[in-house]
């Protein structure tokens, strides 16, 4: 189950696995998205597995894990795999979170904060406006600081909270990577789809090699499909693993 | 067998000629468990007692399907070696009851329906009416619906596309919740629902089996609703997504692998239903032993066992070479599996209980034979043999105000506050996205696409059913040419009234030969579907609701088709001879608050040139935005392919008929699209057919500007326009 590498020749393949999860529903579209990319290949890692041999970037994919039964990622914390997750990202290897997978993260202790119900007590769908905060890390570096990029968001639980030590410490680091916004980068309180403390949509860890999420880039890699603005997450990725 | 005052069957919805009936297929009187079986399968639910006979009239083959009525879901080949399952069906009466879970079960049934066919499924579409959302009620109906409807299909993964969403008094005591699922599978992985070959064995997974939805089909589905609703609360289902996000994965992986006979959901009759219907299609007999089905509580009755309609459990028959891998896929997905009987060749459906055989009965009685009615139809006082005069009511004073009453009716406004609760874009394939004349799902790896649209309505098929039915399908075909597919087939789901009054019955039989009259004649056969009869409380029925589903084939992808202008200075051309009337228009009613007269018929013929036409016009890259003149007449359909742009647009109508009846009647028949003056000759060239097209304007400005005969009717600016469409319906759910 490995995408065709096209790699060239003497470069070897940027390397992502995508875990599946009992209850993943955004395995495929991440997978299908990473695949596009010249230079990168994709393979599957069921939820059981414990070992995450030569690969270069871990994908949580968003879903609905174990139903989101008790709490979203309460569960799947507890998988196999996030013993396996949790090494790979001490030993430097760089892991995305997208929805699910952030939630998956913040349960999983690997990022800070905790998720709230959204504000509207909704499920929530449409397409936001974000502003890079942070440009000069793994996921993001394609992009410009400041720049605004339109990714669709899918979820309910997606209000982000951390208290106030921890939200300084976030911003004392430049942890914060990517906030809601309006069309011209404004972080208003209209332009906030679910309460999130201070429009945060995006976190990493200290290192910067954990990156949590709620939007979903994976969905907006083919502008026939409502854009490509995403593109840059994996193309962030594909170009610090090769420089590195 | 008398259970206090009534006998056993009547209590379980039979009448006393079934249950005579019953005993000479048996050469017996039956004993409970088979009394309760025979009650679903021949409950109108199950055993479409007041229908078979007319659905026979509908066309269901054509050289693109490859499965027609009979199976789980229609199945279409779209070229490529791929094909799309589809298939519609109502749960009216459990969310009516319970909005949250009977709209979630209903997701949950259809979407096993499509998997059961070894298809993958890629969209949703719900059809929703509910009652005026001035009422508390329907607000709460509305928001337990659609949270329903979110809950179970966002956690499934299938993007939530399209649909309806439609208010009227009618459907205040009876919600109509129809639910389509579309599923994509290549045509060497079709599974069907069969159980064959002697010693084959018959495995149960998924959810364990409880006492929920007992008597849903019988019960709740096949009566009306009186003031004992609130007591039948218990007969529906409780939804569990991710156990069928995981049953899902389970079933495709037993297909992948090529280890199933057969694949059959467990849904409506439950065990009882699923085992005799895939008996049934093989040909075969099965032996069940339901001391072996895992539950979930105990103590349950052996009959409770095989009615119960537990969800996310599906019945797959396997060689006993297969079992193993069966298993082996069940464990990995943490899924209960048990070997609960075999195939046999003795064609009878024989319930064990451990080595006890408590029951015994033909399949071919119980799939085949429930009796079949013919109730002599009556045509209701209210159904006009005329059309209104256009002078029938007075002449708005304030045009304007008119229009933005139309463009804020719930019935016509902004569909977000429901789609932005839908994850409608999960699996990456919406070439267009909810909002538009017809959904478009990409084919990954092809530049082909499927275009899927839902249409019902219900308050024209009132005025005259057979007028009605035609429209519909006629509709949902000219939403589907207008982004640029070309429509190939069908599933319908048919809301009705209870049929054994003859009123009810005439509405019925009017609906279905007017459906068929059109699908044969635009070429959309109908693959499928489900009847939804006794939509009725204290003896008051719906608007009767002939609701179809659908699909059409984009050829390319690139060349998709949307509403909204696209540039200042293009020409707005009116394609069609429709001719408006306010007979059962949205104007009518909510203007001059009346539901009366005659609806035009749609001459099938006509509309069929129209959309070749059309979608010429779209392949040929001359069209640059295609919309129907539908709910809310001509000056509707311009406002909204404004809205959508933010241009506006000026448009000189010849004096004709009354101004309200120019800008709000509706009519089939007629498509508002725009193109280049420089496209004009080129349009010309390729109207062989000879559609009527009109120009009646152009593109440009903020205003929506509308004269006929030299005066001006409306000038409203698309600003304002667009702020009443985008909110109305979000206050109306408010406030």
Known sequence: MTASPQTHTGVHAVRFGVVVFPGSNCDADSYDAVSTFAGAEARYLWHKDEELDGLDCVILPGGFSYGDYLRCGAIARFSPIM?????????????????????????????????????????????????VENAAMPFTHRYDEGQVIQVPIAHMEGNYFIDEAGLSELEANKQIVIRYANESGEITGEANPNGSQGNIAGICNRTSNVFGLMPHPERVCDSLVGGADGRGVFESVIDFVKNR | MTTGQKPAYELLGLKAREYDDICSRLGREPNYVELAIFSLMWSEHCGYKHS????????????????????????????????????????????????????????????RDIFAMGARPVACLDPLHFGSLEKARQKFLLDGVVAGVASYGNCMGIPTIGGELHFEDAYEDNCLVNVMCVGMVEHDKILKASASGEGNLIILFGSTTGRDGIGGASILASAEFDETAEEKRPTVQVGDPFTEKKLLEACLEMRDQGLLVGLQDLGAGGLSSSASEMASKGGSGIDMNIAKVPLRESGMEPFEIMISESQERMLACVTPA?????????????????????????????????????????????????????????????????????????????????????????????????????????????????????????????????????????????????????????EAARNLSCAGARPLAITNCLNFGNPEKGEIYHQFQEAVEGMAEACRELETPVTGGNVSFYNESFGKAIYPNPVVGMMGLVEDTGRIMTHGFKEEGDVVLLLGGGRPAVDGSEYQLRIHGEVDGRIPDVDLNQEKKLQTFVRGAILEGIAKSAHDVSDGGLACCLAESAIESGVGVTVELEAGPRPDVALFGETPELVVVTAAEADLERLERINGAGVLVKRIGRVGGNRIRISAGGKGIIDTPVAEAAQVWRESLEEAVAG
């Not at chain 1, 997750?85 to 939630?103: H, K, P, S, T, Y």
């Not at chain 1, 202790?109 to 998720?115: I, N, Q, S």
């Not at chain 2, 693109?64 to 589809?86: H, S, T, V």
């Open chain 2, 322 to 474: 297969n079992k193993a891998g069966v298993m082996a896929i069940c464990a990995k997905w943490d899924l209960d599996a048990t070997v609960v009987g075999a195939v046999t060749g003795n064609g009878r459906l024989r319930i064990f209980d451990g080595d006890e055989m408590i029951g015994d009965m033909p399949v071919k009685a119980l799939v085949d034979e429930a009796p079949t009615y013919c109730i002599t139809p009556v045509r209701p006082l209210h159904e006009a043999d005329v059309a209104l005069p256009d002078d029938h009511y007075p002449l708005p004073g304030d045009l304007d105000a008119a229009l933005l009453e139309l463009l804020a009716s719930p019935n016509i406004c902004s569909r977000r506050w429901v789609y932005r609760q839908y994850d409608h874009m999960v699996q990456t394939n919406n070439a267009l996205w909810p909002g538009g004349e017809a959904a478009v799902i990409r084919i990954k790896g092809s530049r082909h696409g499927v275009a899927l649209v839902t249409d019902g309505n219900g308050r024209r098929c009132y005025l005259d059913p057979r007028r009605g039915a035609r429209l519909v399908v006629a």
């Open chain 1, 83 to 131: 013993k396996a997750v949790r090494r790979f990202a001490e030993d430097g290897g760089l892991v995305i979170g997208i929805c699910n997978g952030f939630q998956i993260l913040l349960e999983a202790g690997l990022l800070p904060g905790a998720m709230h119900r959204n504000e509207g007590l909704r499920f929530v769908c449409q397409l936001v406006n974000l502003r």
């Open chain 2, 52 to 111: 078979r006979p007319l659905l026979k009239n509908l066309p269901t083959s054509g050289e693109r399907i490859l499965q027609g009525p009979g199976e789980n879901a229609g199945i279409i080949d779209i070229g490529e070696g791929l094909a799309i399952a589809m298939k519609i069906e109502s749960h009216n009466h459990p969310s009516a009851i319970e909005p949250f879970q009977g709209a979630a079960t209903g997701i949950g049934g259809i979407v």
